[in-house]
Structures are given as C-alpha cells and as structure tokens.
C-alpha cells in the first residue's frame, strides 16, 4: 500500500513539475515579448498568468489533500487489521489487557469485564450531585462506555 501511495506521488509530482515548467515558459515568453503588446494586453496578459499560477497552486493543494487521505485512509486500514489480530490474539491466550510499548503507552486491548467506566460514571454523578445539589443525576454518556480506567 505505501508503494502504491509513493508511486502515486511520484505520478504527481511528474505531472505537477511539467505543468509548473509549462507554466514558467508561458511566463518566460510573456517576458520577453510583453514589450511589444500595448499595455491593455500586456495587463489583460499579466492577469491571465496570475490566475494560470493561482490554478496551479489550488492543483498542487489538491494533490497534496488527495495523498494526505490516501495515506491516512491507508494508516487506518492498517490500524483496524492490527486492532482486529491483537483482539484475536488475546482471546487465543486468555489475555485481558495488551499494551503498546511506546511512549505514552496506549492500549490495545482490553477484555470489557475490566471496564468500570459505568460505575466512574455512577460515582462522578453522585459526586457532582452531593457538591452542586443537583438531586438527579445525569445519564452516563453512551460514547464513554469504551473507555477502560486501569
């Protein structure tokens, strides 16, 4: 997959420095004969070549956008394969919990009978509720309940 996105960028930057050298002719060409054009032409000429550079920059930034989401599409792809396989993995060994060794030390698996995020929550409630006198609490939120608290 990343040779694919590296020889796609390959592809672009080809077809990026042949337009920008095309584009450096036309400019080239303007320069040295702009002196025989009468100064509406050589302005209507000058505003031409202002939009033609301002096209090719937008076509740089798409490019630029287009493999910027061809390469995070592709971490994430690898990410959910590897996220999937550690899962499969733990539950082959009778593993609860898998951490990265990296700095910050994420996880990567936990088994759900460890998660005590439903009762965090409980007890943030009722803390909450002691210290505001709020006499209902409010409802866990639901996107929290992957959250593991080691």
Not at 52 to 68: I, V
Request: aromatic content about 8%; hydrophobic content about 35%.
């Amino acid at each position: 997959m990343s040779e694919e996105i590296t020889a796609k960028g390959q592809r672009f930057d080809t077809d990026l420095q042949s337009r920008a050298k095309g584009f450096e002719q036309e400019v080239a060409t303007f320069q040295q004969t702009g002196g025989n054009m009468t100064p509406n032409q050589a302005r209507a000429k000058q505003d031409e070549l202002v939009q033609k550079e301002q096209n090719l920059m937008t076509y740089r930034n798409n490019l630029m956008q287009e493999l910027s989401a061809d390469e995070a599409k592709m971490m994430n792809d690898i990410y959910e394969q590897v996220q999937s396989y550690i899962k499969e993995y733990a539950v082959e060994n009778g593993i609860d919990i898998i951490l990265s060794y990296t700095r910050g030390g994420a996880m990567w698996y936990a088994n759900e009978a460890i998660d005590v995020t439903a009762s965090v929550v409980e007890g943030l409630n009722k803390k909450y509720a002691s210290n505001s006198g709020v006499t209902t609490p409010a409802a866990a939120d639901s996107t929290a309940k992957k959250i593991i608290v080691s």
